[in-house]
C-alpha cells in the first residue's frame, strides 16, 4: 500500500477502539512473571550451556599473550573462545564497535574472551583463570581536552546535517543588543535498563536461532549476519518481550553476537547475559556533549541570531551526537547557524540513547532560551509563543505538518498554575525550602518507515496479527491489537497479537520514536487488504461495505466476518510504503514540560515538588499507554537533571561507576506525582492513522525544565548536569 497524499477519513477514524485507555495486551502476563524474556527461553534444547565474558582489562592496547589451558581444564568447561579460535568477526552497519578484541583492544571492557561452561557459576569461576597479557597503548579519554582539535562530524545517514547556515550568523549576533553566549555540558549516560543484554543461540547445521533481547528485529538479522559472515537468510531471531531498551537495545551487542560464536564453538546451544559492568563499559552510551549556544534578539523580544555548536568523542568511525536537532527546527530566527563536532576517543562506543541529539540539545537551548528571555524581561512562555514558526526555519517553503507548539505551552501553563510564578530568583521560601517553578519546550522528530503486517481471520472469527516488531515496554502489542479490532470491526477480545520474529513481515521495530505510527500503519494497510479479500469472499462492493460488531454489511445485505473464513483461514499481508510527503512537510512532535522545585536553603539539595508535561503527537492510540510512555520520559528527565553521570576516569580510560549502585537514576522517592496532558490533534500527512511517537517527546525538555525551576527558585545558574548540589552551596542565596 502506497501513502504518498494526506490522509482523509477511513475506518481508523470511528474511534471505537483506537484511542481508548485499554490495559497492556500483554500486562497480566508481566505482572504475573509468566511472560518469558530472552534468557529465561526453556525449549532450546536439553543441553544449553552457559556463556560468560571477560572483558579486557585495559581502555587501549593489545593482547600480548592469552593462555586459556587452566580455564579449559576447570571444572564443567566446554569451550573458551578469543580472537584465537573465534573465526573472523565483521562488524554491523550501525555500531561501529567491534564485539572481541582480536587482538587490538578499543576500549575497556571490550570482549577478550567468552567462557562456556555447564553452568553460570561455573563459567564464571573459570574465566578468572584465563590469564591475559597487554600490551597497554596511550588512549584518548579526554573530550574536553579534544575540544580544540575535533573536526566538523562527517555526514551520517542519521542525525541531519553536521553543518548547516542560513543568513549571516555572525554578523546579526555581533550587533544584537540583547544576547547570550554560554557553554554548557551533558555527562555520558547509560541506558542502565534493567533487563540485561541477553542471549540464547543454537545451531542447527548452518542455521542459527537466537532468542534475544533486542529492538530492531530487521537490523539484528542484518547486523548479525555480516558479523558472523554467513546469508541473513540463515538467521532467525526472536524477541518477543524486552525488560526496556532505551535505544542500548537497537541490534546486535556482545551478548548475541558471541553468544553465537561460543555456541558454534561448543556445538550446543549457549545462554549468555552481559553482567552489569560490561553493560556500562562494553555497549553502547549517550556519549558527552559540551555545547555553545549563541542566541541573539531584538528588544521587542524577536530572535535575530540561533547559533549552536556542538562537541562530542566516539570510538573512529563512530557517530556523533545530533544535538543541534532541536535547534534546528524549534524558533523562527533569520540568521541561523548550527555545527557538530566530532573527537576521537577510546572509550565505548557512544550511540543512540532515548531521543538521541534532541534530549542532550534541548537541554543546552532551552536553558540558553531562559537566560535570553530574563534578560529580555519577557515571560518565559511569552518569549517561546513570540517565536513560534509555521514553516521550518531552515527552509521558509516547507510547512510543519502540523505544529501546536503554543496550543501546548498555553494548555500547560493555565493547568500548571504558571501566572502564579515569581519572576524574580530565590524569593519564594517555604519553611527551609527555596522554591521555584522552570519550564521549557520539547520536539522530537516523527519519523516513519515502510512496515509490514500479516492478517489472519480463522474459521472461529479471530483475527492473528503478526508483524517482527518488538515491544520494549511501550504497548506495541496493545496498539496493534486496538488498530486491527477497529479495522475489521470486531472487539479486542478477538485479536491475538504475535511479535518478536525475524520471519514474520518487517517493520523498523522499536526506536527512534517511529514504531507506534509506522507499525499501526502496517497492519491499516494489511487490513485493508483483509477487507478487499473478506468483501470479495461475501459478494460484497469492498469500497462501500461496512465492518462492525463482528459483521460486514452492505446495502441490505449483512453477514458475520467469520462467515469468509468458512472455506479456509483468510491470510493476507500487505505493508505500507511511504512517498515524498516528510519531504514536502516538517513532520515533528510538540510539547512543554513544566517543573516546580524545591531547594533547601542550608545544604542545596533538590527535590522535585510536582511536574507536568503537554504534548502534541498527533491521534493519540491509547491515553493510558501514552501516559506511561510520558511519565516514564518525565522520570529519566529528573535523572538527567539531577543524578546521572558516567564519571571517567581520564587516567586509564574507563566508566567508574559502573553499575546500579554507582550509577544514580530515579527511585520511587525522587519522583512526584507527574501530570501528563494531550493536546487534542490528528496529523493526516504523517500516515493514515494520523498518529506519531510519543515516547521519545515525553523524554525532551525536561531537564531543563527543571534546571530552569532551580534558577528560578535560587538564582544560581549551573549550566554543567547533572544539578549536584556541590554546584550550588558555594552560590546560594543568604538565609535570613
Known sequence: MKFDTPAGMNPIDRMTVVGRPVDRYEGRLKTTGTATYAHEQRDVGPDAAYGYILGAAVAKGRIASIDTREAERAPGVVAVVTHRNAGRLGTGEFYVQRMLAAPDVDHYHQPVAVVVAETFEQARAASALVRVEYTRFAGRFDLEAAVGNAPVAPQM???????????????????????????????????????????????????????????????????????LGIPRENVRLFSPFIGGGFGGKGTVQADLALAAVAARAARRPVKLALQRALMFN???????????????????????????????????????????????????????????????????????????????????????????????????????????????????????????????????????????????????????????????????????????????????????VEADMTDIGTGSYTIMQQTAAEMMGVPLERVVVRLGDSSFP?????????????????????????????????????????????????????????????????????AIEFGDLSKRFAIQTFGAHFAEVGVHAWTGEIRVRRMLAACAAGRILNPKLARSQVIGGMTMGIGA???????????????????????????????????????????????????????????????PAVANAVHNATGVRVRHYPITLDKLIAEMPEVA
Open 641 to 703: 537533571a539531577l543524578m546521572e553521570e558516567m564519571a571517567v576516569d581520564k587516567r586509564v580510560g574507563f566508566f567508574v561507576n559502573h553499575d546500579l549502585a554507582g550509577y544514580e537514576v530515579p527511585v520511587h522517592a525522587d519522583v512526584p506525582h507527574l501530570e501528563v496532558l494531550f493536546v487534542d490533534e490528528l496529523d493526516p500527512v504523517i500516515s493514515p492513522v494520523k498518529a506519531k511517537g510519543i515516547g521519545e517527546l515525553g523524554l525532551t525538555g525536561v531537564a
Open 282 to 464: 562494553a555497549t553502547i552510551h549517550r556519549p558527552k556533549t559540551i555545547q555553545r549556544v549563541r542566541l541573539a534578539a531584538s528588544r521587542d523580544g524577536m530572535l535575530t541570531a540561533v547559533g549552536h555548536e556542538s562537541w562530542s568523542g566516539n570510538l573512529d568511525g563512530g557517530r556523533t551526537e545530533p544535538t543541534t536537532l532541536s535547534t534546528r527546527a524549534l524558533y523562527a530566527g533569520p540568521n541561523r547557524m548550527t555545527r557538530v563536532h566530532l573527537a576521537t576517543l577510546d572509550l565505548a562506543e557512544g550511540n543512540a540513547m532515548r531521543a538521541p541529539g534532541e534530549a542532550p540539545g534541548l537541554m543546552a537551548l532551552e536553558v540558553a532560551m531562559d537566560e535570553l528571555a530574563e534578560k529580555l524581561g519577557i515571560d518565559p512562555i511569552e518569549f517561546r509563543v513570540l517565536n513560534d514558526t509555521q514553516v521550518d526555519p531552515e527552509n521558509p517553503g516547507r510547512p510543519f505538518s502540523s505544529r501546536p507548539f503554543v496550543r501546548a505551552l498555553r494548555l500547560g501553563a493555565e493547568r500548571f498554575g504558571w501566572d502564579t510564578r515569581v519572576a524574580t530568583p530565590g524569593r519564594v521560601r517555604d519553611g527551609d525550602w527555596f522554591v521555584g517553578m522552570g519550564m521549557a519546550g520539547a520536539i522530537r522528530a516523527a519519523p516513519i518507515a515502510k512496515a509490514g503486517a500479516r492478517v489472519h481471520l480463522g474459521r472461529d472469527g479471530m483475527l492473528t
Open 157 to 227: 545517514p542519521f542525525g541531519g546535517p553536521t553543518e548547516t547556515e542560513v543568513g549571516d550568523f555572525e554578523a546579526a549576533f555581533r550587533d544584537a543588543e540583547f544576547f547570550v553566549d554560554e557553554t554548557y555540558s551533558v555527562p555520558d549516560q547509560a541506558h542502565a535498563m534493567m533487563e540485561p543484554h541477553a542471549t540464547i543461540a543454537r545451531w542447527d547445521g548452518d542455521r542459527l536461532t537466537c532468542w534475544t533481547s533486542i529492538q530492531q528485529m530487521n537490523w539484528g538479522t542484518r547486523d548479525l549476519a555480516a558479523i
Open 506 to 574: 518487517q517493520t523498523p521495530g522499536s526506536g527512534g520514536q517511529q514504531g507506534a505510527p509506522s507499525v499501526t500503519a502496517g497492519v491499516y494497510a494489511a487490513c485493508m487488504a483483509l477487507r478487499d479479500e473478506v468483501a470479495r469472499r461475501l459478494g460484497f462492493n469492498a469500497s462501500d461495505a461496512e465492518f462492525a460488531d463482528g459483521m460486514v454489511r452492505s446495502g441490505n445485505r449483512s453477514l458475520p466476518l467469520a462467515a469468509a473464513a468458512e472455506g479456509g483461514d483468510v491470510v493476507v499481508e500487505d
